[in-house]
């Protein structure tokens, strides 16, 4: 996948090739410097300046040593966007039965705790997350992801769908339903607050703004009427809503789907 100057070769990965110290010659590896340093640095500037701007050597002045310092501990920069992604997935709190447990929920076990919860936890951390960390959501389809907290994520999200009752064949299509939904609902979420961030201005400012410019246009008039309809004082307000209900829908739409199969109305493969 080519990305700007930058080729990314299909199949590659950090967590798929040993990681070596770019050792050169007549050079001694870097006082005070390690991994997690790097990693934790790379995340700090990602969430104040970008993915646009952020370079090996705008990094190196962030840790103040050199850039060929940086490089006794990564060979490439898609290797460190590659640690830096992985690091920001483990930021989520994983329901019980994954990785750790899920606050106000300690007590119970992992199946105590409905598919359903479960699962909405998962897709709130997760649209929490790439709102948070609003770079997250390019490199997502740029690597293979297969670092351990993403892998954690994903054997959660599994787990769910599993005890959701549905059939094996069907998983595949009710997670990406679920969590490209998420994915997609969030993207935008988190650039729009970068969009109001960059402009200096709240994102419910920025909201009246544009709904201002419009207000005499009457090809707009049954986007007014939706919005108006829509509930909600504020943007955060109006984003939630949106995303309870359209999760609530996507619950309701495996539950009748495994609720047909279960009654003899498919044949296991999402086919009449």
């Given at each position: 996948m080519a990305t700007g100057s930058r080729v990314i070769r299909p199949g590659t990965s950090v967590w798929l090739s040993e990681r070596k110290a770019s050792k050169r010659k007549g050079e001694q590896q870097p006082a005070g410097l390690d991994h997690v340093k790097i990693v934790a640095a790379t995340v700090r500037l990602l969430d104040a300046e970008g993915l646009a701007r952020f370079s090996m050597r705008r990094l190196a002045a962030e840790l103040g040593v050199t850039a060929m310092s940086v490089y006794w501990y990564v060979e490439t920069k898609d290797q460190l966007l590659e640690l830096a992604l992985d690091a920001a997935m483990g930021e989520m709190s994983l329901p019980p039965g994954s990785l750790g447990p899920v606050e106000g929920y300690e007590h119970l076990e992992h199946e105590e705790l409905d598919w359903r919860d479960r699962l909405r936890r998962i897709a709130s951390e997760y649209r929490r997350l790439l709102v948070v960390h609003p770079w997250l959501s390019p490199l997502l389809g740029e690597y293979m992801n297969i670092g351990p907290n993403a892998m954690a994520f994903s054997t959660a999200v599994q787990r769910v769908l599993r005890d959701s009752g549905l059939p094996p064949s069907q998983v595949p299509g009710a997670l990406g339903l679920v969590f490209q939904f998420v994915y997609g609902f969030s993207t935008i979420e988190g650039r729009f607050a970068a969009r109001?961030?960059?402009?200096?201005?709240?994102?419910?400012?920025?909201?009246?703004?544009?709904?201002?410019?419009?207000?005499?246009?009457?090809?707009?008039?049954?986007?007014?009427?939706?919005?108006?309809?829509r509930g909600g004082s504020t943007v955060p307000e109006m984003r939630e809503r949106d995303f309870t209900f359209a999760l609530d829908c996507a619950i309701a739409g495996i539950e009748a789907l495994r609720d047909g199969h279960a009654h003899g109305q498919g044949d296991g493969d999402g086919e009449d």
């Amino acid at each position: 996948m080519a990305t700007g100057s930058r080729v990314i070769r299909p199949g590659t990965s950090v967590w798929l090739s040993e990681r070596k110290a770019s050792k050169r010659k007549g050079e001694q590896q870097p006082a005070g410097l390690d991994h997690v340093k790097i990693v934790a640095a790379t995340v700090r500037l990602l969430d104040a300046e970008g993915l646009a701007r952020f370079s090996m050597r705008r990094l190196a002045a962030e840790l103040g040593v050199t850039a060929m310092s940086v490089y006794w501990y990564v060979e490439t920069k898609d290797q460190l966007l590659e640690l830096a992604l992985d690091a920001a997935m483990g930021e989520m709190s994983l329901p019980p039965g994954s990785l750790g447990p899920v606050e106000g929920y300690e007590h119970l076990e992992h199946e105590e705790l409905d598919w359903r919860d479960r699962l909405r936890r998962i897709a709130s951390e997760y649209r929490r997350l790439l709102v948070v960390h609003p770079w997250l959501s390019p490199l997502l389809g740029e690597y293979m992801n297969i670092g351990p907290n993403a892998m954690a994520f994903s054997t959660a999200v599994q787990r769910v769908l599993r005890d959701s009752g549905l059939p094996p064949s069907q998983v595949p299509g009710a997670l990406g339903l679920v969590f490209q939904f998420v994915y997609g609902f969030s993207t935008i979420e988190g650039r729009f607050a970068a969009r109001c961030r960059a402009a200096g201005v709240s994102q419910d400012e920025f909201f009246q703004q544009m709904m201002g410019t419009i207000e005499d246009r009457p090809e707009f008039d049954e986007s007014r009427a939706l919005m108006e309809a829509r509930g909600g004082s504020t943007v955060p307000e109006m984003r939630e809503r949106d995303f309870t209900f359209a999760l609530d829908c996507a619950i309701a739409g495996i539950e009748a789907l495994r609720d047909g199969h279960a009654h003899g109305q498919g044949d296991g493969d999402g086919e009449d």
